[in-house]
């Protein structure tokens, strides 16, 4: 009978790097693709298919519970924010044909590859705590335990960090028109403006 | 009204029923043999082939892993067919009209019809649209579907051999994972299409399902929370009721506060209770029940609007614009949206049947269970045994997906009247309810639940 335990031993450490490179052979593509597509919905869209192979990538990592979270919180969530917010503010849905401003280019390619460097030292590092040892089928129940204890604080930095920035996007968004005496002089103005029309039209 | 609209009306019932189990019969028939073909007679006839072949062991075992996705390869299109014509006949139901009732034996082919029609009909992509994005909108909105239903497979099926592998730790999430992914279909669609409607569609089909998928996620997490479990086959079988009075039958599901009433009746019985206890204590059981049954309805609304059905049907309000997101489809991808629809709310029915209404166990112990079933399963085995062949069923699974199936399909009569009963809501309507009353109401009641467990 073909239990998870026997496919387990199948995927061996061989299966696993042929699968990282099949994951990767779908993912950088698709990460080239945001860069580089002049539509910028499109690349909003293509967004997709990266977070989707991180969260495959985690999945080969047997960290189910955070392949779940990616997909569901950056897969879906983010890249729908990111899409709406790209459809508001550019409204008529054109390619962006301007040319790039060169004065820009070097700087950028500076920034690109310093940054570069630093992610590809910081892998090359010692310190990622590599273990062998098999990872128990209940690691959702040692997350959730390491969450609420060990790491309680910054769990709960997060969640600060998240209704501070709940709270700003309220005020931003909360318009206030009747807060300055010079609003409401306006919009009397305009509706005295409009009644005026109207009774000249009522005349006609 | 006239005296004769009521036996008229009664009639139409007895036609229902009728119609709603000769469909049942056809799409469980054939998602049951082709299970066991899959799963058993497949791999047999294999193995008797090349009796001692490693290799021969090795694709028989690839085959019957692939049992469960043929299992709702086989189930998914069928069992759309039917929920359409269902709909369309409930609908008629409650509006006194006759509904479908002129292609095949009084309208039962009604949407076979349509089905074929659908596909030969021709694919248009609309002028100015971008049509590798119009094209996988429809596979986006779909596939996650089929790919989140696999799980609850096992829950249902009382966790069969051949089920067992789709069986995930994190179970529920994933569900919840999966069915999250089909609105990033609808916005695609909505903006591929290069339609005013179609993109207005879209982005409220977004809008709603973001801040509607924060209730339902809350109930479900309240709700794992109070079992203490992820695990949807876990959580089916805790649901399991007894003959005895601290698990009794149906009174055991999570609608009634997880085994809270059931337990305190039993305590109440044996007189291990005293004094003001047998108040309070009655108290703090009927809280905790009274807090779950309004999670089931938070999550209900909450699905309700994850897939766009009415009240909530704003990405596709027919009276504001067109047809919404789907507006410029047409032929199989039109047919694919559709299909996914009914898939999805299969789906969410059966997620709040494995979370609420105890999965596949039955609600009064010894009324058609394991024991029922497997007599009425046994002369099949027997005939099929003198064949050489597999046996067909056996009780347990044969009572669990009864009963699974049974109480899925009643909570998609209850989808059906909701939608014949309610008016659609207004955009900012449906954000309001979201926003002021759902999302605050399901926190308070993780809060209560919390500390009402505590004092049960």
Known sequence: ?204 | MTSSAVPYNLNEIGKFFLLSGVWLGIIFGAVWAACWAVGMLVPQLILNAYPNDPCALNVANAIRLLTPLVGVMVFIPINAMYMVLAERRGLALFTVRKGPNRVGPDGFLQTAADAVKLLFKENINPHGGDVLMFTLAPIIFFAPSVFGAIPLLAAVTSNHDLFKIVNLPTGIFYVLAMSSIPVVGIVMGGWASNNKYSLVGGLRSAAQAISYEIPLVLAIITTCFLVGSLDVVNIAQMQKGTDNLASFGFLNWNFFGAGAIPHYLDLLMQGKLEGAQVVTSAFWSLALAFCCILLCGIYLTGACAEINRIPFDLPEAESELVSGYNTEYSGIRFAIFFLAEFTNLFIVSTVAVVMWFGGGATPFPGFLDANTFASIATPFNQALAQAGLPPLMDGQTMSGAFWAIFKTYALVYFAILVRGTLPRFRIDQLLDFGWKKLIPLSLILLLAVTYIRELV
């Open chain 1, 1 to 204: 009978m073909g239990d998870l335990s026997e496919l387990a031993t199948l995927a061996s450490k061989h299966m696993e790097t042929w699968l990282f490179y099949l994951v990767a052979l779908i993912t950088v593509p698709f990460a080239f693709g945001v860069l580089l597509d002049r539509n910028i919905i499109r690349a909003g869209f293509l967004l997709i298919g990266v977070f989707g192979g991180i969260s495959a990538l985690f999945l080969l990592l047997q960290a189910q519970f955070l392949a779940m979270a990616q997909l569901m919180i950056y897969a879906v969530g983010i890249t729908l924010v990111v899409v709406i917010a790209l459809m508001l503010t550019n409204p008529r849905m054109e390619e962006d044909k301007s040319p790039s401003i060169p004065a820009q280019k070097a700087p950028a390619a500076l920034v690109g590859t310093l940054l570069f460097i630093a992610l590809y030292m910081a892998i090359l590092s010692e310190g990622w705590g590599n273990n062998s040892e098999a990872l128990s089928p209940d690691n959702i129940t040692i997350i959730g335990y390491s969450l609420l204890t060990h790491y309680a604080l910054p769990f709960e930095f997060a969640s600060i960090l998240l209704l501070i920035a709940l709270v700003g996007a309220v005020m931003l968004a909360k318009h206030d028109h009747f807060n300055s005496k010079a609003d409401i002089d306006e919009i009397e103005e305009e509706t005295k403006e409009i009644s005026e029309r109207n009774e000249h039209v009522v005349k006609v």
